[in-house]
C-alpha cells in the first residue's frame, strides 16, 4: 500500500475499503469487521470498496463510499485545492470537527476499554488520523 491522501488528509493508499486494497471478498469483511469494533460503522462487507474522493467521480457504480455528506471534498474542489493541507483557511472548523487527530488511537482505546493491537491500529486507525497527515504536509509546504 501506499500513501494516497484524500482532500481531508485521510490516507486512501492505506484504506481497506480503497479500490487497491479491497480486492476480494475476505478484504471487504475484515474491513467491514474493523470498522465495526473500532470505527462504530455497520456496513455490509459489499460496500466496503471506495474509488476515493480525489477520483473525479467517487461515485460511479453506485458506490455508497466516499461519505456523500461530507463537506470536505466539495470545499477542497470550490477552493481548488489538491488536499486541505493548501488551503489558505487550514484548519478550519469544519475540517477539526470532522476528521480524527493524533489523539484518535488513544480515544478509541478509552471508548472500546481496552488497546488496540498495532496491526488493526495501522489497518483501522492511522488511515484515518487526517488531521496529523494534513500537519505533516503543511509543514513540508511551509519548508519550500
Known sequence: MKDFFAKCGCNCGHCLA???NSKTDEDRQRC???WHRYLGAKLK???CYCNGCQSSN???SGN???DRS???RPCALHVGVKTCAYCYAYPCEDLEGRIPGEDFRERTESLIGEPVPEDDYLAF???YEGLKHLKEMRAGLNSE
Do not use: A, Y
Request: charged share 25%; with cysteine; hydrophobic share 35%.
Open 45 to 47: 462487507p459489499e460496500i
Open 18 to 20: 480503497f479500490k487497491g
Open 32 to 34: 467491514s469487521d474493523g
Open 58 to 60: 467517487p461515485w460511479k
Open 70 to 72: 461530507c463537506n470536505i
Open 64 to 66: 455508497i463510499l466516499p
Open 125 to 127: 486507525l492511522e488511515p
